[in-house]
């Protein structure tokens, strides 16, 4: 079997490549950590198989992120026959940085040129292109189909004839004067230290650039300090190559008439709220609230036949009735009733992230989150983390400071993942109706401003962020790609079925034996205590000043850990036959809310409480079982911090209004003010005649 591996710059396309290639399903996405460690697939073409690699997007050869260390690592430990080197045409310049770098480092290189866009910024000569670099190009559009079988004939044909024994013209023959005595001063060192004779130009330029990897592999100490010369050196053949091959069109990538309007300081945050309104307006209400209710009353068309034909066997009260209608016609049903919302949701992400809209949406938050410890990369995992908690804190990974990638996977359960929207939208929807929107979107505003408050907290007591290198790229503004887009919807429509199919039905069952069983294991019926009745009323006092201390509503909440979409489906669960709108407003029922401040209470808690067991899993193996026992500790605290202000806000405002309850929080906000301002001024002449800082700013002012 042939080894090949894809490299290139992140956003050229290279994962779609690798798709197109293997028929994969990996996630194609703008931004940072999409891709953090290496993904392994095969394709067969002319009876001969290949394995294909695709690493994570770098931009050179010295790596400063994690996810550039994956792959750098691995074009140095790996023998691939063939390095297939993915290029942007509509950013050939800077991406051919990297392929002057492969070039040097003597791998066998077939550069790709992707064309996305019909009319890229520049129209190249690719035989001339070619000819210059000395190595084989091929260009194409990654999606079309067509073009990945000539693509395919083009590896053949190369790893057939080998690797070439000409050393190509863009190696390290052409150095510039003042570099070439340092050049070989460094390769005497490498020659000294054992290094083969046909590493050693390559080593000897890492050196030159002053490359840490390379001068603690080596054991070199020596600072040669000639890294911006180098970078020249490269650029200048690129300018000449570009000047060459390359004829630009009028239009300039990277820029837009339409930035002036998203990227504006004044209009960027409002139209963002904008255009999220109305996606949640489009998902939960107006289309995806009809194509719900269809489903629902489809579903339960479907199921109604099987439930009178069990009941006509077995009877209404027997436990293998209760087994079918409650944990598995109900529950279950519950939540696939939400699919076509979760489609939905998923769609109108997908079309913002292909247009190039949601990297413009981390470039308008990264200024804030930088004045709160949170790197430019965490933005793109907080992002992520609006879709699944669990994969969003994989790509946290790619953080080279440890402080960042802690803070930043900690603060990831806080957005409200995909698994949460159907507890807003069924609980919310009953007790505000078409009002709810505005709670939803309060929802996703809320748990983003606890994560923007907690990460200040944070970088100000145990977990100080240390300063990142982070390149933000902009995509060309593009038009949907429906094959992706589709390919995208199917794929979380399909884990979400399978979650639904698997998990949640298993869990419902269980939920169902303890709740309908007692300690003796004998079915509870229309009496007796059941096991899970008698653990929620024991808890059930804990959340009291919550506004809900219902067994059925916190046995949903200790179910929702394994899964939150559980939640959902426990809640239908111990309605007891009751319509759900007329369980959560009788008192006495298993799941009685009773107001909408105690609904709101129990929203935020659901929100904000620990993650599911998944995310703790990928936490514990990302960060360590000590941080994620801290951080799940942090959020059960602070979920039921928020729940007990915004259910003691809302009695406030029942009671006395909206101007007194206001009145009343600015006057609380002063009195902690105040405290913490005298509390600095103490610390700071307490301070002032001992503490060598102190000393310091006197000398300085003296």
Not at 256 to 285: E, M, Q, W
Request: glycine letters at 8%; a positive charge; proline letters at 3%.
């Amino acid at each position: 079997m042939k080894n090949i591996v894809l490299v290139g710059n992140p956003n050229t396309g290279k994962t779609t490549l690798f798709n197109s290639l293997t028929r994969g399903h990996e996630h194609v996405g703008n931004w940072h950590g999409v891709t953090v460690e290496e993904k392994v697939g095969q394709f067969q073409f002319e009876n001969q198989k290949f394995s294909v690699v695709d690493l994570p997007g770098i931009y050179s050869l010295s790596p400063l992120s994690f996810e550039e260390k994956v792959a750098v690592e691995y074009l140095n430990r790996a023998s691939a026959e063939l390095v297939v080197n993915i290029c942007d045409a509509s950013n050939l310049g800077r991406n051919l940085y990297l392929t002057l770098s492969l070039i040097e480092r003597g791998l066998n290189v077939l550069l790709v040129v992707n064309q996305i866009d019909k009319r890229p910024i520049c129209k190249v000569d690719y035989g001339k292109l070619e000819r210059l670099l000395g190595v084989r190009v091929v260009h194409l559009n990654a999606d079309n189909k067509k073009d990945i079988e000539g693509l395919k004939g083009e590896i053949t044909k190369l790893l057939g004839a080998g690797k070439p024994s000409a050393t190509p013209p863009h190696g390290c023959a052409d150095l510039p004067a003042d570099c070439a005595s340092s050049f070989n001063q460094a390769k005497k060192l490498l020659q000294e230290r054992g290094v083969p004779y046909e590493e050693q130009a390559y080593y000897a330029i890492k050196l030159l650039e002053d490359d840490e990897e390379a001068k603690a592999k080596f054991k070199v100490e020596m600072a040669f300090g000639q890294c911006e010369k180098i970078a020249g050196w490269r650029y200048d053949k690129i300018d000449k190559i570009l000047a060459q091959t390359c004829t630009k069109n009028q239009r300039v990538y990277g820029k837009s008439k339409l930035d002036k309007i998203f990227l504006n300081r004044a209009l960027a945050l409002p139209i963002f709220l904008g255009l999220l309104c109305l996606v949640f307006y489009l998902t939960f209400f107006s289309f995806g609230g009809w194509l719900s209710d269809c489903l629902s009353g489809f579903i339960e068309l479907v199921f109604n036949p099987a439930k009178t034909f069990i009941a006509n066997v077995y009877g209404t009260q027997s436990w293998v009735y209760s087994l079918f209608a409650d944990a598995l016609f109900g529950g279950v049903g519950a939540i696939v009733s939400f699919l076509p919302q979760v489609a939905l949701l998923f769609f109108f992400l997908s079309l913002l992230e292909d247009s190039g809209y949601l990297a413009r949406v981390a470039f308008v938050f990264d200024d804030l989150l930088s004045r709160v410890g949170l790197s430019g990369k965490g933005v793109y995992t907080l992002l992520m983390g609006f879709g699944c908690s669990t994969t969003a804190v994989l790509t946290a990974r790619n953080m080279e400071d440890k402080n960042s990638k802690i803070k930043t996977a900690l603060l990831t359960p806080y957005m409200s993942c995909s698994a949460k929207f159907p507890i807003y939208a069924v609980l919310g929807g009953v007790f505000f109706g078409a009002n709810n929107l505005f709670v939803i979107v309060g929802l996703y505003l809320l748990g983003v401003a606890v994560a923007i408050l907690l990460s200040w907290v944070l970088e100000k007591s145990v977990l100080k962020s240390k300063a990142q290198s982070f390149i933000l790229e902009f995509p060309p503004y593009r038009m949907i790609s429906p094959k992706r887009t589709l390919s995208v919807l199917w794929q979380n429509v399909r884990l979400f079925l399978s979650r639904v199919g698997t998990l949640i039905v298993a869990m419902n069952v269980v939920v169902w034996v303890l709740s309908n069983f007692t300690i003796t294991f004998k079915f509870v019926g229309n009496s007796g205590v059941s096991m899970l009745e008698t653990l929620g009323r024991i808890l059930a006092p804990i959340f009291t000043p919550l506004g809900f201390a219902s067994w059925g509503l916190v046995s949903a909440l200790l179910a929702g850990l394994v899964a939150k979409e559980v939640i959902v489906s426990s809640v239908a669960m111990f309605a007891g036959g009751q319509t759900l709108a007329s369980a959560l407003f009788t008192a006495g029922s298993a799941v009685y809310l009773g107001s909408g401040g105690a609904v709101l209470s129990y929203l935020a808690f659901c929100l904000l409480y620990a993650p599911c067991l998944a995310s703790v899993g990928v936490l514990i193996k990302e960060i360590g079982g000590k941080w994620t026992a801290i951080g799940i500790a942090i959020q059960l605290a602070v979920a039921y911090a928020v729940s007990f202000v915004v259910y003691t806000t809302s009695l406030a405002l029942s009671a006395f209004g909206w101007w007194a309850t206001l009145i009343s929080l600015f006057a609380l906000a002063v009195i902690v003010a105040s405290g913490v301002l005298i509390a600095k001024r103490i610390k700071g002449k307490r301070l002032c005649p001992y503490s060598s800082k102190c000393k310091k700013s006197c000398n300085k002012k003296r």
